[in-house]
């Protein structure tokens, strides 16, 4: 009698061949531009790095598979196929040296042109005092050795796009991202046209899940006269229930207890390779913890968090340790299910 696995394989070769051919096209793609170019602090736009949703974060950014409403436009967009209905996230996060990040998607699944969303970022680092040398006095009746000129001013960060998703086959879907970046530093400021990709695969087996996102694909950012690469990431991910529903997990069944494990190769451009492990448990799909480790993540590695879920409505939380001398970072998440 052939396997359950072996079925799904045969039912829908087409599904697996074109998931195998897009990640080698991924790859193949980043092995010239990420793989050879693994310098750290030598892309501009820094803050694309840092992406929203506290679920993901609690789960040191093994999320490439598990992404499932609209923080997938941050992570895979490929995941938005699995929204039903239309969806809402907001998320707030308190990052260093006072800098504060706010990120809002929205996605809506029509029934046969898949799914499509808008999604944006807005960072700034707070007022800074503006400072001028020619200013800077020492005297008996005048001291203003910083040279302050009673003005101050805000550098800002955002970007904005859209995404769209669909289902190619039954198990395998892809997704795509445009958006517009732009970072100002007052005195100097830059912006470009950055894409972002991603695949997923349903093998329909014990609930594996295996995917791939491109993030940052863009052209070299130029400020004042000299040009810089931006954040270029990519992702490989597996994840899989070990408990969960029957016959849909890897080790037991639960009416209401589920495990979820995740892992994710991460391959940025300005660092060598990362390895994130998460793990997400959940009773009666209500009430979730959730924990993760990023592996040669530079000062980033272990992370944490919880969340809660009632008729449509979730809010998550994240902690995220950064070393002896960083100090931790909080993110809040908000977000709404409308079917």
């Known amino acids: 009698m052939k396997t359950k696995l072996y079925q799904i394989l045969s039912d829908a070769p087409y599904s697996l061949i074109t998931f195998i051919s897009m990640l080698v096209v991924f790859t193949c793609l980043l092995s010239e531009k990420v793989y050879s170019f693994e310098k750290t602090g030598t892309t501009s736009f820094q803050f694309l790095s840092v992406r929203p949703s506290s679920r993901a974060a ?28 239309s969806d809402v996230s907001l998320s707030y996060i308190d990052y260093f040296l006072d800098i504060k990040m706010y990120s809002m998607a929205a996605a809506y699944t029509t029934d046969s042109w898949g799914t499509f969303g808008v999604f944006g970022m807005y960072s700034n680092v707070g007022p800074i005092q503006e400072t ?15 040279g302050l000129t009673g003005t101050t001013f805000t550098p800002y960060q955002f970007y904005a796009g859209v995404s769209y998703a669909k289902f190619l086959t039954d198990h395998f879907a892809f997704g795509l991202n445009v958006k517009y970046v ?23 087996y014990k609930s594996i899940q295996i995917g791939a ?4 694909f863009g052209p070299d950012v130029k400020f004042i006269s000299k040009s810089y690469p931006i954040p270029q990431t990519m992702n490989i991910g597996v994840s899989a229930n070990a408990i969960g529903s029957a016959g849909n997990n890897l080790f037991a069944d639960s009416r209401d207890h589920a495990v979820l494990l995740s892992y994710d190769i991460i391959q940025p451009r300005d660092f060598d390779q990362q ?12 009430v979730f913890l959730r924990g993760g480790y990023k592996f040669n993540g530079d000062q980033e590695g272990l992370a944490g968090g919880v ?3 009632y008729e449509g409505v ?18 809040l998440s908000l977000g709404f299910e409308l079917r």
């Not at 006095?137 to 050795?145: E, K, L, M």
């Not at 830059?190 to 695949?199: E, P, Q, S, T």
């Not at 996102?213 to 940052?216: D, E, L």
């Open 132 to 146: 001028k040398a020619e200013l800077s006095i020492i005297d008996g009746s005048t001291f203003n050795p910083a």
């Open 307 to 309: 969340g809660v879920q």
């Open 213 to 216: 996102s491109v993030k940052n």
């Open 58 to 85: 609690a789960m040191a950014g093994a999320f490439c598979t598990v992404a499932n409403n609209s923080e997938a436009m941050f992570w895979n967009p490929a995941g938005l196929v699995k929204i039903s209905g």
């Open 182 to 204: 732009k970072e100002s530093l007052i005195f100097a400021s830059a912006h470009a046209i950055v894409f972002d990709g991603g695949i997923s695969f349903n093998t329909g």
């Open 275 to 286: 390895h994130a492990v998460g793990v997400e448990y959940s009773y009666g799909n209500m």
């Open 314 to 331: 979730r809010f998550d939380y994240a902690y995220s340790s950064f070393g002896e001398y960083l100090p931790a970072v909080h993110r």
